[in-house]
């Protein structure tokens, strides 16, 4: 069994609920989620103006392979109406792989860990809430959540 970091957003809909039946999907398709953080609401990221997001993180065990465990995310958020219209634009839901085992991986599809991890703090804060031991990239999540700005991520839940 692989362990997987994973990190979930949305900024459409009912954000906090959507990400509980994303969860709740991952575990249907062959993943176990052993953590879930609590909500964050977060400010929008990146160029195209938008609502608020909810994000959250969970760690999750699953036996398959690192592009089947990413294409299960893919019918998930898929399954919940998803659709890739505007790179970093609103989504009804976003599910990352942030680290799976301590694979490194780069692909066209998928890159491990997560390039941007250490940069972002509406991953870090949630992720940190539940495995801030977890290693990426040399340094403990709770580390890098030190090194990046906080301000405007707030706990909902």
């Known amino acids: 069994m692989a362990k997987v970091a994973l990190s979930l957003g949305s900024n459409l809909g ?19 989620v052993l953590a879930r953080s609590s909500d964050y609401r977060t400010p929008p990221w990146g160029p195209v103006p938008q609502d608020w997001f909810v994000n959250a993180c969970a760690i999750a065990e699953t036996d398959l392979a690192s592009r089947d465990f990413l294409a299960l995310c893919h019918r998930v958020e ?10 970093w634009g609103p989504r009804i839901i976003d599910i990352d792989i ?9 692909s ?14 509406f991953v870090l804060v949630p992720l940190a809430e539940i495995a801030p031991d977890l290693m990426v990239r040399g340094r ?5 959540l030190a090194r990046v700005d906080t301000a405007g991520i707030v706990r909902i839940d």
């Not at 066209?108 to 703090?121: G, Q, S, T, W």
């Open 108 to 121: 066209p599809e998928l890159m491990l860990p997560h390039p941007h991890l250490h940069e972002r703090a």
């Open 14 to 32: 009912d954000k906090s609920g959507t990400i509980q039946k994303a969860l709740a999907l991952l575990d249907e398709g062959g993943a176990t």
């Open 140 to 144: 403990r999540v709770a580390d890098w």
């Open 98 to 106: 942030l680290a799976y085992d301590d694979l490194a991986l780069e």
């Open 78 to 87: 898929r399954a919940l109406g998803r659709v890739r219209e505007v790179r």
